[in-house]
């Protein structure tokens, strides 16, 4: 594919918007064709706003679109594995917001249908593609802390006290854990692969959904993560990784990050830092265009197995902590 790669967006929201703007960043290689959402006016008033030719006031108008190479969901979770499967059905490359779709099984029919029909597809963990996280699995695989021991992680902010808010609403996937416990738990994952036993307790709303969830995760090689998220609460935002050699950690941020520091005993700390917009999707956007060119179905940095171990983990969360969505 020598030239640009031609994107459609799914939704019209804000993380959309972000995923846009930082899309057109990318104008050398990349460029937004077209936008769908559920009505005519939404998808007019956001194709305005970014200059974006052709306004579908239904998803189907989208995936049957022939100049098309990659669909963006970007819609409420909830409706990830209609609108990813829909798309993937038509023959569309796809990039799926995270977390990737409610539960496992959702997650496992899309990996299916892609690679039944030889189809890209990938979550939009942007984490995974961050320069610096990229550059953490490199520090940790050379061994720099030695054997992991702990990781810590937390992801907690104060949402709006609406029982009709979307993070409140049980039909719309609502709910810390799946909003913002799946970056201390993919964190987690990426250094060490999917737990062997998984603990956890919540604070529940009355709709039913976690408002604030802590979890424990254990490897049988004795490493272990501590990990929160909440709706209710303004968290540090933080991340550490603490091994048998060494400790790493990342300051306020640690889903977003520009760089990290290495103790070791002995040694005067090291700091880590990458060029570049810490906070830009533009990341993920370059792995998917760059798998693409490759001819690849699936991306090493946020390949479809690993989604799928997340989303076993997400699944044991909610069954010890008892929530769930309707339908399930």
């Not at 200059?51 to 409706?79: F, N, Q």
């Not at 990996?111 to 990938?122: K, Q, S």
């Not at 902010?157 to 810390?176: C, E, F, K």
């Amino acid at each position: 594919m020598e030239r640009k790669v031609r994107w459609g967006v799914l939704a019209t929201g804000g993380i959309a918007a972000s995923f846009t703007s930082d899309l057109l960043e990318l104008a050398d290689d990349a460029e937004v064709v077209a936008v769908a959402s559920r009505t005519a006016e939404s998808a007019k008033a956001f194709a305005e706003r970014f200059g974006i030719p052709r306004a579908y006031g239904s998803w189907a108008e989208l995936a049957a679109d022939e100049d098309v190479d990659v669909v963006y969901v970007a819609t409420p979770h909830a409706a990830h594995r209609a609108a990813a499967g829909l798309c993937l059905e038509a023959g569309k490359a796809v990039l799926c917001e995270k977390p990737f779709t409610l539960n496992v099984r959702e997650a496992e029919e899309l990996v299916a249908l892609a690679r039944e029909r030889g189809a890209f597809l990938m979550e939009a963990m942007w984490m995974y593609c961050n320069p610096a996280i990229r550059r953490l699995a490199e520090v940790v695989a050379d061994g720099a802390v030695g054997e992991i021991r702990t990781v810590h992680a937390d992801f907690g902010l104060v949402a709006p006290d609406d029982p009709g808010h979307r993070l409140r609403d049980p039909a719309a996937g609502g709910g810390a854990l799946l909003d913002l416990g799946v970056y201390p738990v993919a964190f987690a994952q990426l250094l060490l692969g999917e737990p062997d036993r998984v603990r956890a307790d919540a604070l529940l709303s009355p709709e039913g959904v976690d408002l604030n969830t802590g979890m424990l995760l254990g490897w049988d090689s004795g490493a272990t993560a501590l990990l929160s998220c909440s709706v209710v609460a303004d968290t540090p935002l933080t991340a550490s990784v603490t091994g048998t050699a060494g400790r790493i950690e990342f300051p306020r941020g640690f889903f977003f990050p520009e760089g990290f520091t290495l103790y070791r005993e002995g040694r005067d700390p090291e700091e880590f830092r990458v060029d570049g917009r810490r906070d830009s999707l533009g990341h993920e956007a370059a792995e998917v265009m760059r798998c693409l060119r490759a001819g690849a179905t699936e991306s090493p940095l946020v390949p479809l197995d690993g989604t799928l171990a997340v989303m076993r983990t997400l699944d044991a969360v909610r069954e010890r902590i008892g929530v769930r969505y309707p339908g399930e």
